[in-house]
């Protein structure tokens, strides 16, 4: 007599799946979804934003007066210049350079450098690095602090530069969103300070120099200048030169 086997069907190596176990993943990958989902939006809303708007070439040079006090514009300059490369091109949005001269005939080299966003791998770069690189020296540079106003001073820095017998002694200071760092390190610090803030902040540099040994007399009159021009400038300009300095 044949015996017949009865044979089962093998759920568990058949490929198809419970009910129960479809609904546990069902509800695992809805889980997981929605976790990445919050973190993105909570990486979203802790990114740094931008604060400052774009300015045309148009804008920019109108904010710094060709005249103004005792100083008038003169049409040659032997400003320094950032090195001309891609890296320059990605510091500054704009680069605005003058000479201004008084009556007494003092000469005030000017150059405006800035970026409406600054971001930690393109920053302002620091005069020295702009000099070095052209061919000059760095004989001295230390921190001033300038009084621009009634109880107001601004964190700056000056240097002394020699190229064979040109003596240059220069005045700047970098605004890095409300702050004037007076060195590299605190430039890095500011920009990690303005992101945890929430923010990406401008970048300036203002610099001015005057072509003459005497560095006691140059830094006064730079100082003067300063002082002149931003007693005669609207409050957009002050705004861009010294914030809330």
């Known amino acids: 007599m044949a015996?017949?086997?009865e044979t089962q069907p093998d759920q568990i190596g058949s490929g198809a799946e419970s009910?129960?176990?479809a609904r546990k993943l069902t509800r695992r990958h809805v889980l997981m979804g929605a976790a990445l989902l919050a973190a993105s939006g909570i990486a979203l809303a802790r990114a740094p934003k931008r604060r400052y708007p774009d300015l045309?070439?148009?804008?920019?040079?109108?904010?710094?007066?060709?005249?103004?006090?005792?100083w008038k514009t003169e049409p040659?300059?032997?400003?320094?210049?950032?090195?001309e490369s891609e890296l320059?091109?990605?510091?500054?949005?704009?680069?605005?350079?003058?000479?201004?001269?008084?009556?007494?005939?003092?000469?005030?080299?000017?150059?405006?450098?800035?970026?409406?966003?600054?971001?930690?791998?393109?920053?302002?770069?620091?005069?020295?690095i702009c000099y070095y690189a052209s061919g000059f020296t760095i004989d001295?540079?230390?921190?001033?602090?300038?009084?621009?106003?009634?109880?107001?001073?601004l964190?700056?820095?000056?240097?002394?530069?020699?190229q064979g017998s040109r003596v240059e002694q220069i005045l700047y200071w970098t605004r890095i969103g409300n702050d004037f760092p007076q060195s590299w390190s605190a430039?890095?610090?500011?920009?990690?300070?303005?992101n945890l803030e929430g923010s990406l902040p401008d970048g300036l540099l203002l610099r001015i120099s005057v072509i003459t040994k005497d560095r006691t007399k140059a830094v006064q009159g730079m100082e003067t200048f300063i002082g002149d021009m931003l007693a005669n400038t609207g409050p957009r300009t002050r705004q861009l030169m010294i914030a809330n300095a």
């Open 76 to 83: 040659v300059s032997e400003l320094v210049l950032p090195p």
């Open 88 to 128: 320059a091109d990605a510091l500054y949005q704009h680069i605005l350079t003058r000479t201004y001269v008084n009556s007494e005939g003092m000469a005030v080299m000017f150059l405006a450098a800035y970026n409406s966003m600054q971001l930690n791998n393109v920053q302002v770069h620091r005069p020295e």
């Open 3 to 5: 015996i017949e086997l």
């Open 155 to 162: 964190p700056a820095r000056t240097v002394t530069a020699t």
């Open 140 to 153: 001295e540079s230390e921190p001033l602090i300038i009084p621009v106003g009634k109880n107001i001073e």
């Open 19 to 21: 009910p129960t176990i």
């Open 187 to 194: 430039q890095r610090i500011a920009m990690t300070k303005a």
């Open 56 to 70: 045309s070439e148009k804008q920019f040079e109108a904010l710094f007066p060709g005249s103004f006090g005792d």
